[in-house]
């Protein structure tokens, strides 16, 4: 087993001593529906990249919960976000991604709205007396494009995405998000762990050392280089000098300085990893990003949905490098879900209770004290009644 790096506590931010998180609160019926009310209805939440809806009618599709929405490109070039829902009966409008020709028509009963959200047209209108079409149109969602993403908002007023993500932005700035393209469709995985177990995991890096041997082998932990503004912790891992044993990781290591020239010298050494309060991971590497999403999908249980993207580059060893980052990434994914799947099956003995926290583990008591603040009941050591 790998032995655990000392870890450098005057770089580590001072926090009073925390305990983790009571068993309960990882598969219960009521917090799942308040988490998603209260946490991540008013949170940012990424809908789609700019360059998946590229023409007027294009349109990707999001689900968060009971809740749809729909990312769609107007005629006057404008990203606009509305709920997915026809405002006749409620039938979901659209699904995945794709091209709407004209107009977004309901599959339903045809009711029909033109990509400003209007509604324009109704099938027998005449059996809707007194019907306001003005008062009809499609619900619009709060959205904001940085980055290249679009994010999107169902509820209350958070901080615009760029004050949230202004600390970053000059260190983000040569990847140059804006110009790149899916290299993969959205795929969606789902683990049979709570979205908080699951989040947990990427808040932390404590576990690296041990839970992945392969970035370990490659990489310093990110938590020797942190960064952090209120709700975004960044660390950075650092290509190791020693080569890796292993064909696939060592060479990556021997190719990405050479292959990813559009980016500075000291920029092809490392990997980034921005998790972003309360649900979202963005990984950033020399050769490509992903971001993913941790979706509740019920109680115990999640779905990652993920994504990667990269500059347009047909260069046979970019497609190399992308390949071997890739398989590693592949590895290094099923060892969290499997360290997960550890997790969710160990809270469910009667015999655990909550453990210290490590100093190194900062970003997920942040995650907890926001899950607190919101929901004040997640600290007691049983569900109260009305919770069972």
């Known amino acids: 087993m790998a032995s655990v790096p000392a870890f450098d506590t005057a770089r580590a931010p001072v926090v009073p001593s925390r305990r983790a998180l009571p068993a309960w609160v990882y598969n219960n019926a009521e917090m799942h529906r308040l988490e998603i009310d209260r946490i991540l209805r008013p949170s940012w939440q990424i809908g789609c990249h700019v360059s998946q809806v590229p023409r007027t009618g294009d349109f990707v599709t999001f689900d968060l919960g009971p809740d749809s929405i729909v990312v769609l490109r107007d005629r006057d070039g404008q990203i606009r976000a509305f709920h997915n829902v026809c405002r006749h009966r409620g039938a979901r409008l659209l699904d995945g991604s794709g091209h709407c020709a004209g107009t977004v ?13 209007r509604l324009i047209g109704v099938p027998a209108k005449e ?6 079409r003005a008062g009809h149109g499609l619900k619009p969602v709060r959205c904001e494009v940085l980055l290249g993403f679009v994010f999107v908002c169902l509820t209350g007023e958070p901080a615009p995405v760029r004050e949230q993500w202004a600390p970053f932005l000059d260190e983000l700035a040569p990847y140059r998000f804006e110009d790149m393209v899916p290299l993969t469709p959205v795929s969606y995985e789902e683990w049979d762990v709570d979205w908080k177990v699951a989040m947990d995991n990427y808040l932390e890096s404590y576990h690296v050392p041990v839970g992945h041997p392969g970035l370990n082998r490659m990489f310093t932990p990110d938590y020797d ?5 209120r709700g975004i912790a960044r660390g950075t891992s650092w290509l190791r000098e020693q080569p890796s044993p292993r064909w696939s990781e060592r060479h990556y290591q021997a190719l990405v300085g050479a292959t990813a020239t559009h980016l500075p010298a000291e920029y092809r050494r490392c990997w980034r990893f921005y998790s972003v309060l309360p649900n ?3 990984d950033v590497y020399p050769e490509l990003m992903d971001f993913f999403q941790v979706l509740p999908r019920a109680p115990g249980k999640c779905v990652i949905r993920y994504a990667i993207f990269g500059l347009p580059d047909e260069r046979r060893e970019m497609r190399v490098l ?5 398989r590693i990434n592949d590895s290094v994914n099923e060892e969290d879900r499997q360290l997960c799947l550890r997790v969710q099956r160990g809270l469910a003995s009667p015999s655990y209770t909550p453990g210290p926290l490590s100093n190194i583990e900062t970003w997920m008591t942040e995650f907890h004290e926001l899950l607190e ?9 049983a569900p109260p009644s009305r919770f069972v």
Do not use: A, M
Not at 105 to 117: A, K, M, R
Not at 127 to 132: K, N, W
């Open 127 to 132: 059996s809707f007396p007194g019907l306001d």
């Open 322 to 326: 992308r390949g071997l980052s890739n």
């Open 105 to 117: 028509v309901c599959p339903y009963h045809g009711w029909t709205y033109g990509y400003d959200g």
């Open 280 to 282: 979202l991971g963005v």
């Open 225 to 229: 280089d942190q960064k952090g503004s």
């Open 373 to 381: 603040r919101q929901i004040p009941e997640i600290r007691l050591p």
